[in-house]
């Protein structure tokens, strides 16, 4: 009782208004002509399709590295994994495990370079992780072009080379999780005998996602993981209790890297395309806001907030451009994203940290 | 009392921080023109009676006090920092307030610069006025003339020695117009002796310009070099309030020190004879608490005190020796060498240590009581985990962790709501004992406990000293122990060593006459001879 | 000492780290983009009268120890939305120009209030908000551009508004206000434009820049910039100066970005206020500006450096790769990279000059020691 007591405490008023805004979103929907079955289809496709990489930072601030506005590290690795993957010819359910393996070499050793920059600059990470990533975006641009890479379906029709702005998985893995067992609830048959309508369950999506949360959860019981929140918590204790504060810093910014890179390749699949070049550049920003709707602050994160942070967020997205525009015939859910995002990072970064010292 | 001629005059000042008393009935005046030498051990009262000089908002905050300040015959209460120095009563920190980017000229100003008024201030008020450069100048060179020394005024903070640091900040507060008062917080204690002797001389010049100033030090030949009056705080209380004239050095330290210690030799008979630690030619870089040159034996089942006066550089010796601060030098624990600034190895060794710094270092204070008493031991030592896949991983066992934190809970009488509450939630005594579990969990050979009762309530105090002493007894646990309180020292320890300017200043038995500790910690004595005792 | 005299031009280098670098892509790049030195030195011209403004709206901030002011955005955005009034008023010349700054000024000064608040709320991260709070800022924009503008506000010209009959246009011509300050007093000299009116204001504030470091209120920034703690232990209000400081920087970043969408001729409504946030932050950082200390030199370095390499890399880069994209890319990336760069050198400088002097304190056993560690220290 006490702990949930203590949670709505800690949750904080814009938390609050945003689940209520969800919940009046979704109490309206039938009103205004929205079908609730797939706006909850919706809702849990994008929850999987994104919740991953909101996962990925845990690990960081757990360590007390901060909010990983360096996350496009990552995705880069997970690019790198699937179009190397399809480059080599590779599909279904193995071209998807070797592009995961691919992932996790190449996150690990973008990891450590960028785990060892930011125990070099402790202070203002966050913007150095932000400039950062946004030049290793850049950087990756020009490399997509000048990469060998051959496969027709990946590279440029009229020129032959340089990697496609989005690339279709149709031919690979396209919702390979998604379609894993997937669930029909209330479908209709309609006449071409197909099914339709209804509320669809990513059984799949969902597993990988649980197993990842648990991957996760088991990872911060670790001793290392053990170790990583005393290092966030109170580094000196850390220190005096024999734990290198470095290399738990850096563990911390391997493991935020490499899950985003995983991150990205679930939500390639769900989404059917490779993106490339600049699309990354500002991937960090949603999954941010996620963790901290979800109630994270910038020194403690857990599964709870991942979960709840990314369900509100995705959920919103989902229900404003529906019931929003259908109530004012205009499209302003992408001013309510940049607002409501934008507006919970500057709220956690000006609230007093939680840590006492 | 109050006569003409004073400046200021305390009289009957008291203060109590919730029922604990830090000041008791504290009365002396400062006469215009005078020095008056303020000695105390650390925790005597200096700060806080500073504190309510100046008007401190903290005083307020914790109730106030009583008593009343008279400056030139007036009762004044300042309600805040500013107040004070409007008055003419100017402080100068141990710690420099200046800034290093600035030259002598704007530091001394800060705040305070000459101005020409143009046109843009009657839009947007004074602070569009242009600086006069050449009148702050002159302003500062006038300050520093008064000071008697050398020092340019267009040289960067940075780029100074210290002792011109400490004289900047002193030219700073008598650039004010109306300066009456000085407090100079223990001004030589980063100074070398020549630096220190024209400080002194300084002194001196500006009590002859008619400024009185409470000169807070250590170093007791230099009170007795410079001050009109010396004021003796002990425990609270103004226990001496004399001339200088005819006092000396070891009469100050015996009325520093004071109280007389009851039947402690006793406890003498434990220790044996053979070397367990030995520390030959240690230095550590603790900011702060620099050690220098330090070399000392501590025998198997000893309890081995370290005291001295704070920033001298006893806490640096636990600090350096547990790898937690740059450190070189050798020791050895058991004949075998103890690895420096690696934390890992040493906790590996046998050794546990007690930080100063309960909260800083001591604790986590978000965490469960049970991660704050396993934590150390499960990364040292490879405890409390349940190995997954064959090894592959090292999940924590919560159920074994709990085992811990409960019996120490037992044994160390540690009151709370359980194992799972957090360590923040504790109060100061309890935490300690959180601290005292973490070391112990480790089995330790050797122990180092540092301040243990800093900060706790006399009840707590006498509970940890007696768990110590109990270890020590029951399991011969060797302890090395830094405290502060010279009592407690001798109330627990078979040797104290006093550190003094980061070396030993010298080793004493508890027996030992109270000046002797007195005359150690003000550096009025080496103890070449010390180790003999 | 002699030896160290004669490392003096390795420090100098060592120092200025970022400018060389970004000085050696310049004349690497020249050759290859194959312009003529006319071509590139005329445009160089226009483009410093175009965009030096907008970089001395950093110089304040960073003088006040507050860092790179990334929410500069704020300032660009209250000029953008002056400028959308000035053409939807079809107030021509000049008079669009000043009617476009007496709307946007006292919009920058609530702005840069708001947004001193918000920094004075981050101690320590001042950057990262100051950048979050201006893609915060886009969204309120766009909520007043696309939605405001149109319903509550009307749009009395038509090509202003968007085609769906709401909102601002995406692209907003200039027309009126084109070339309203450049072309006033422009002076031909053999193939280079000089717009000498654009000059004269850029020297005015430089001399307001100079003037003002001299008043009280520079001088506490100064003070505040390295030491919080002792300048508000003299008395200094820090928290009401870091937010002057702010204001001023929203207010220059206003006018800089009128001044420079007048020389473009047309903005994009919702972006180019993003676009200048980016440029100033990395012209002064090129130009040798560190997160602690600006000067003027630094912008006319930055701003030079800066602009050479934005006209010869796209072309270089397609010359060398064959290809228009990777030289678009190659001067995004370096952009971005040169300031993760002077960020990264910064913090590091600032680490191990704390380490060197700790070194110098350090108490040593015996010189032997001493001079290994201090040996290691210097390493």
């Not at chain 1, 550049?281 to 907030?305: D, Q, R």
């Not at chain 2, 919730?18 to 009262?45: Q, S």
């Not at chain 2, 015959?73 to 805040?80: L, P, R, Y």
């Amino acid at each position: 009782m006490n702990r949930i007591k203590a949670f709505i405490t800690d949750f904080g008023w814009p938390r609050i208004i945003i689940a209520i805004f969800l919940l009046a979103l979704f109490i309206s929907a039938p009103f205004v002509g929205v079908k609730l079955d797939a706006s909850f289809t919706d809702v849990f496709n994008r929850f999987g399709q994104n919740v991953i990489m909101v996962l990925a930072l845990v690990p960081m601030v757990q360590a007390g590295c901060g909010l990983n506005f360096g996350l496009p590290l990552g995705i880069l690795s997970g690019l790198l994994g699937s179009t190397m993957a399809m480059q080599f010819g590779l599909t279904g359910p193995m071209g998807f495990l070797v592009a995961i393996l691919i992932t996790i070499f190449f996150g690990s050793i973008f990891g450590l370079g960028y785990g060892k920059l930011l125990n070099k600059v402790k202070g203002e990470e966050m913007t150095i992780a932000m400039y950062v990533g946004f030049s290793a975006v850049m950087l990756f641009s020009i490399l997509w072009l000048l990469l060998p890479y051959t496969k027709p379906d990946l590279v440029m029709g009229y020129a032959g080379e340089g990697l496609r702005r989005s690339i279709s998985l149709e031919k690979y893995w396209d919702k390979i999780l998604n379609n894993f067992l997937a669930l029909r609830i209330g479908s209709v048959r309609n006449l071409a005998g197909n099914l339709s309508g209804g509320f669809i369950f990513p059984t799949g999506l969902m597993m990988f996602v649980a197993a990842c949360v648990v991957f996760m959860w088991f990872f911060l019981r670790t001793k290392t993981g053990t170790a990583m929140t005393a290092v966030g918590s109170n580094p000196d204790f850390a220190r005096a209790s024999g734990v290198s504060v470095e290399k738990m810093r850096t563990t911390s910014v391997v493991v935020s890297t490499i899950i985003g890179g995983i991150g990205i390749l679930v939500y390639q699949q769900s989404f059917g395309f490779v993106q490339v070049y600049d699309a990354p550049l500002y991937m960090a920003f949603p999954a941010v806001s996620a963790l901290l709707i979800g109630g994270a602050s910038v020194t403690k994160a857990s599964m709870l907030n991942v979960v709840i942070g990314t369900l509100l967020f995705q959920g919103m997205l989902t229900m404003t451009p529906s019931v929003i525009n259908s109530v004012l015939k205009t499209d302003m859910s992408e001013v309510i994203r940049i607002i409501v995002s934008n507006g919970m990072i500057i709220y956690a970064l000006t609230r007093k940290t939680k840590v006492t010292k | 009392m109050a006569n003409e001629s004073s400046l200021l005059s305390l009289e009957g000042i008291s203060k109590d921080f919730y029922g604990n008393v830090v000041l008791e009935d504290v009365t002396f005046t400062v006469g215009r023109g005078e020095i008056i030498g303020l000695v105390g051990e650390n925790g005597a009262g200096k700060t806080t009676l500073m504190r309510i000089l100046f008007g401190m908002p903290v005083i307020a905050e914790t109730g106030g006090f009583k008593g009343r300040i008279m400056l030139d015959g007036k009762q004044v209460a300042f309600t805040s920092p500013f107040d004070a120095l409007d008055a003419g009563i100017g402080m100068v920190h141990q710690e420099f307030s200046l800034i290093p980017g600035f030259t002598a000229t704007e530091n001394i100003t800060l705040n305070r610069e000459s101005m020409k008024r143009n046109v843009a201030c009657d839009i947007f008020g004074e602070r569009m006025s242009v600086l006069d450069r050449a009148r702050m100048r002159t302003r500062a060179a006038k300050a520093i003339s008064r000071l008697g020394v050398k020092l340019d005024p267009d040289i960067l903070v940075s780029e100074m020695p210290v002792g011109h640091k400490q004289f900047t900040e002193i030219a700073r507060e008598i650039d004010r117009s109306n300066v009456k008062l000085l407090v100079l917080d223990e001004p030589t204690a980063v100074l070398t002796e020549t630096e220190a002797e024209v400080l002194i001389q300084s002194m001196r010049m500006l009590a002859a310009q008619g400024i009185s100033i409470i000169f807070i030090s250590h170093r007791l030949h230099e009170i007795i070099n410079v001050a009109d009056k010396i004021v003796v705080l002990r425990d609270g209380k103004a226990v001496k309030s004399v001339p200088v004239k005819g006092v000396s050095v070891h009469d100050i330290a015996t009325w520093m020190v004071g109280r007389e210690v009851k039947g402690s030799s006793s406890m003498l008979s434990a220790c044996s004879e053979k070397v367990f630690l030995k520390v030959d030619n240690l230095w550590v870089d603790m900011p702060g608490e620099t050690v220098r040159n330090v070399s000392f034996d501590v025998c198997e089942g000893e309890i081995f005190g370290i005291g001295g006066l704070a920033g001298q550089g006893k806490l640096g010796i636990p600090n350096g020796l547990m790898g937690l601060f740059p450190a070189g030098g050798n020791a050895s624990l058991d004949d075998s060498p103890v690895p420096l600034n690696d934390p890992h190895k040493v906790l590996n060794n046998h050794m546990a240590f007690v930080s100063e710094d309960r909260r800083g270092v001591g604790l986590l204070l978000d965490e469960t009581l049970e991660w704050n008493v396993a934590f150390t031991a499960m990364q040292a030592k490879g405890e409390h985990l349940i190995p997954v896949l064959g090894g592959l991983f090292k999940l924590r066992n919560e159920r074994t962790m709990k085992l811990l934190a409960e019996e120490y809970i037992k044994t160390l009488e540690i009151k709370c709501t359980g194992p799972k509450q957090r360590a923040k939630e504790l109060s100061g005594g309890n935490q300690q004992k959180i601290c005292l579990a973490k070391a112990f969990a480790l089995k330790p050979k050797l122990l180092f406990v540092s301040e243990p009762t800093r900060g706790i309530d006399v009840g707590a105090k006498a509970i940890v000293l007696e768990t110590l002493r109990r270890y020590n007894k029951e399991y011969g646990m060797t302890i090395v122990m830094v405290s502060s309180e010279l009592e407690e020292l001798r109330s627990i320890c078979h040797r104290i060593a006093i550190v003094d300017e980061g070396r030993i200043a010298g080793i004493l038995p508890p027996t030992a006459e109270i000046a002797e500790f007195g005359l150690l910690m003000s550096g009025e004595k080496t103890g070449k001879n010390g180790d003999a005792a | 000492m002699n030896p160290l005299k004669k490392f003096e031009p390795l420090k100098f280098i060592s120092d200025n780290i970022v400018t060389v670098i970004f000085l050696a892509l310049t004349i690497i790049a020249i050759p290859f983009s194959r312009l003529s030195g006319i071509y590139i030195l005329s445009n160089l011209i226009d483009r410093f009268a175009r965009s030096a403004f907008l970089v001395f709206a950093l110089i304040l901030p960073i003088m006040a120890g507050m860092g790179i002011n990334f929410a500069m955005v704020l300032g660009a955005t209250a000029g953008q939305i002056g400028l959308i009034f000035a053409i939807d008023y079809n107030v021509m010349g000049i008079q669009g120009l000043l009617l476009a700054t007496c709307i946007g000024v006292p919009l920058s000064i609530f702005l840069g209030w708001f947004c001193g608040q918000v920094l004075n709320r981050a101690r320590g991260r001042e950057m990262v908000t100051g950048f979050i709070l201006g893609y915060f800022m886009d969204g309120v924009y766009q909520f007043f551009g696309l939605y405001v503008m149109g319903w509550l506000i009307p749009i009395r010209t038509r090509e202003v508004m968007q085609v769906t009959g709401s909102g601002v246009r995406n692209t907003l011509a200039l027309g009126p206000v084109r070339g309203g300050l450049d072309n006033i007093l422009n002076l031909q000299v053999g193939p280079f434009h000089l717009p000498l009116l654009t000059f004269g204001v850029i020297a005015f504030l430089c001399l307001f820049i100079i003037w003002f470091r001299k008043t009280k209120l520079g001088h506490d920034m100064r003070a505040i910039g390295q030491d919080q703690g002792v300048s508000h232990s003299a008395g200094i209000a820090v928290d009401r100066t870091r937010i002057m400081a702010i204001v001023i920087s929203t207010i220059l970043a206003c006018i800089g970005q009128i001044i420079y969408l007048q020389n473009m001729g047309n903005m994009g409504t919702y972006t180019s206020q993003r676009q200048a946030g980016y440029f100033a932050a990395a012209a002064i950082l090129v130009g040798g500006a560190t997160v602690s200390k600006a000067t003027i030199m630094n912008v006319f370095v930055g701003v030079f450096l800066v602009h050479s390499l934005y006209i010869t890399m796209p072309i270089a880069g397609k010359e060398i790769f064959k290809s228009a994209m990777v030289g678009q890319y190659m001067s995004d990336f370096i952009n971005y990279a040169i300031i993760a760069l002077a960020l990264v050198l910064h913090a590091w400088r600032n680490k191990r000059n704390a380490d060197l002097a700790r070194a110098g304190l350090r108490g040593h056993a015996d010189k032997d020691s001493a001079l290994a560690a201090q040996a290691g220290a210097v390493q």
